[in-house]
Every structure is written in structure tokens, then in C-alpha cells.
């Protein structure tokens, strides 16, 4: 579903969701209602269920490649800025969680660290 990126109007209201900061190298918080797992969600027109950093990046540099998934550079969930979304694969992905501690598997969410 990319109807939304010609959907100025929409995009407009989906924006005023965001806390828009001056500093590009900012996070730019969802404001609005998150997943249980931290992620922004807003509805297309009642009937699609998006998530709001994959809209952001959609937006601002065109719909993902087929296969591909977001990845935050900043690791915050509820993060918007499209400068802190790469797109990569799903191995790229995992290795990310893994590197910062943030799937089942890690040490520390096994409660094993060392200190």
C-alpha cells in the first residue's frame, strides 16, 4: 500500500505526528500511538495499519525495495527522522539486534553478562 505518498493531505496530518526537531541529526519522535514493541502505527484510511517509520522513509525517499526492511541507526523505536533509517536485509537487521543487545539471544538479555 503506498497510496499515502501521493496523498498530501494524509501525509500532512501524518507529519503533525512527528516531533519535527531543528537538528537533523536529531530523533524525531512518533507522538502518537505505538506498538507493544515501541514502533509508531498509524492507519491509511481507516483500512491499513503502517508503521510510522517506514511511512517517514517512504515520504521523504520513495517506496522501499522489495525485500528489504528499516533498520534505526539510532536503535529508538519511536524514531521518524528518515536520516536515521537505512534500508537493508533481514540478516542485516538481525545482526544489528544483536550487536546492540536487543534480541532474546544477546548475553545481556539472557541475564549472562559479565561483569
Not at 501521493?6 to 526537531?21: H, I, M, N, Y
Not at 512518533?30 to 481507516?46: D, E, L, M, P, V
Not at 517506514?54 to 522489495?66: K, S
Not at 542485516?92 to 536487543?102: G, H, T
Request: proline share 5%; aromatic share 10%.
Amino acid at each position: 500500500m503506498t497510496g499515502y505518498l501521493t496523498d498530501k493531505p494524509w501525509q500532512a496530518r501524518f507529519w503533525a505526528k512527528v516531533a519535527v526537531l531543528e537538528d537533523p541529526t536529531a530523533c524525531w519522535e512518533w507522538q502518537a500511538s505505538c506498538r507493544r514493541n515501541g514502533y509508531g502505527q498509524i492507519w491509511y484510511r481507516g483500512k491499513v495499519l503502517l508503521s510510522a517509520h517506514r511511512v517517514a522513509y517512504e515520504i521523504t525517499f520513495g517506496p522501499l525495495q522489495r525485500g528489504l526492511v528499516l533498520r534505526h541507526q539510532c536503535d529508538n523505536p519511536r524514531c521518524c527522522n528518515p536520516n536515521h533509517l537505512l534500508a537493508g536485509d533481514q540478516a542485516a537487521n538481525m545482526r544489528d539486534r544483536r550487536v546492540r543487545a536487543r534480541d532474546s539471544l544477546s548475553p545481556t538479555r539472557k541475564g549472562n553478562i559479565s561483569l
